[in-house]
């Protein structure tokens, strides 16, 4: 694609929600990021993957959030049980190679957990 | 862990006013990157410095590394309402692979 792609732009859940965000990388593209960032903070480091393998997951701020990518290509964020303090902006990036090259990022997904 | 830390915070300055931006890092950097990010949108890139004492200019806007490769600074000439937005400084950690963490931001005011 064009760019990297990311849904639903906005989402809106309760609390105790499941929610799925999704990420459509640039094609090709090998490297997989995703960060949170909250209001008025830099990207926070969640995970990221090399094709489908995820090589660090240690940002994950607990068990309750998973990522996966199981084709190498598409990824998708899960949250279960949403609480309040998920409500952030969850940003998605890709490069075409493993390391020492600019990421391409996505323009977020904003999710408020009421 | 490795971590960025940026100065300043916040900063407004005067439409033609220079500024100068810093990233720092207790650990020598692998691939130091600056990122401009408008409100609610995504990052976009800016510069990429791998090499101690590089130098990279684009238009108005010129970033160094300096020898050590722990400490990067973003300096902004004569500055437009274009400028404004938060600037963040990345770089590599080694993890299995490579992954980029980031600073918190400046956040950059510039009045016309």
């Known amino acids: 694609g064009a760019g990297v792609s990311q849904s639903p732009r906005y989402k809106v859940a309760k609390r105790g929600q499941d929610v799925a965000l999704r990420c459509d990388p640039i094609s090709g593209h090998v490297s997989l990021f995703w960060y949170q960032q909250a209001l008025g903070q830099g990207p926070e480091f969640l995970t990221y993957f090399q094709n489908e393998a995820q090589l660090d997951k240690s940002g994950l701020p607990s068990d309750r959030f998973f990522a996966e990518r199981p084709e190498g290509s598409v990824s998708t964020l899960k949250i279960q049980r949403t609480q309040q303090e998920d409500s952030a902006v969850y940003l998605c990036?890709?490069?075409?190679?493993?390391?020492?090259?600019?990421?391409?990022f996505g323009s977020g997904t904003q999710l408020s957990v009421l | 862990s490795q971590e960025l830390e940026q100065s300043p915070q916040s900063l407004i300055v005067q439409e033609g006013k220079n500024l100068t931006i810093n990233c720092t890092s207790s650990k020598t950097l692998y691939g130091l990157y600056w990122y401009k990010q408008k409100y609610g949108e995504g990052l976009i890139f800016l510069m990429m410095?791998?090499?101690?004492?590089e130098e990279k200019s684009h238009e108005k806007i010129t970033a160094k590394l300096d020898e050590k490769k722990q400490q990067s600074s973003l300096h902004i000439t004569a500055s437009q309402p274009s400028h404004a937005g938060i600037y963040l400084c990345?770089?590599?950690?080694?993890?299995?692979?490579?992954?980029?963490?980031f600073g918190a931001g400046t956040r950059l005011f510039v009045k016309a």
């Open positions: 990345g770089a590599d950690v080694a993890t299995g692979g490579f992954k980029t963490i």
């Open positions: 990036a890709s490069r075409p190679g493993m390391g020492n090259e600019k990421l391409f």
């Open positions: 410095l791998q090499k101690g004492g």
